[in-house]
T-cell receptor, first 108, second 115 residues
């Protein structure tokens, strides 16, 4: 069974801080990795995709991938209250598998 | 481009009934996947359709079925509903013309309540 694991949280950070979200996956052959954000009562929306080892930056968001260690992380710099949501890690092999999500709260 | 649309948005059914949910993908997307999301189990993959053929299937009982039409619209059917089927059902589409790396885009979901 291919697994995607995330810390369920909740994770609470003050406004302006860096939020760090982590995800591990079990299938060493996985090639595509995604971070989705889901606000309460809404559907997931894509934040970042990453396919190669290393860092990928997009605005305040940085995704990090380490295939040898089988983990992918998401850093949110200068966290804002509007970043408060559940963040889902997803790994795409033959099908897309999601972690349980980490609930992030950014306190003003 | 219009996003993924799902109908209906909300549905209330009773145990034993059946239900059909509909999903229209983003124009040009030929892959449609269905997911069930519950507070306890998170987001779980149901199945994926591509060019009217089921390409992958998750670990759900046979009461859950789907199909895809030639215009890429997809329907999902759940027969003999159980209380545990109450969930948010999400549809996602992606453009698979180049590689498996294409991003999935989610619809707003159908919230099903089984009484």
């Amino acid at each position: 069974q291919k697994e995607v694991e995330q810390n369920s949280g909740p994770l609470s950070v003050p406004e302006g801080a860096i939020a760090s979200l982590n995800c591990t996956y079990s299938d060493r052959g996985s090639q595509s990795f995604f971070w989705y954000r889901q606000y309460s009562g809404k559907s997931p929306e894509l934040i970042m995709s990453i396919y190669s080892n290393g860092d990928k930056e997009d605005g305040r968001f940085t995704a990090q991938l380490n295939k040898a260690s089988q983990y992918v992380s998401l850093l949110i710099r200068d966290s804002q209250p509007s970043d408060s949501a559940t963040y889902l890690c997803a790994v795409n092999d033959n099908d897309m598998r999601f972690g349980a999500g980490t609930r992030l709260t950014v306190k003003p | 481009k219009a996003g993924v649309t799902q109908t209906p948005r909300y549905l209330i059914k009773t145990r034993g009934q059946q239900v059909t949910l509909s999903c229209s993908p983003i124009s040009g997307h030929r892959s449609v996947s269905w997911y069930q999301q519950t507070p306890g189990q998170g987001l779980q993959f149901l199945f994926e359709y591509f060019s009217e053929t089921q390409r992958n299937k998750g670990n759900f009982p046979g009461r859950f079925s789907g199909r895809q039409f030639s215009n890429s619209r997809s329907e999902m059917n759940v027969s003999t509903l159980e209380l545990g089927d109450s969930a948010l059902y999400l549809c996602a589409s992606r453009d698979t013309r180049t590689s498996i790396r294409e991003t999935q885009y989610f619809g707003p979901g159908t919230r099903l309540l089984v009484l």
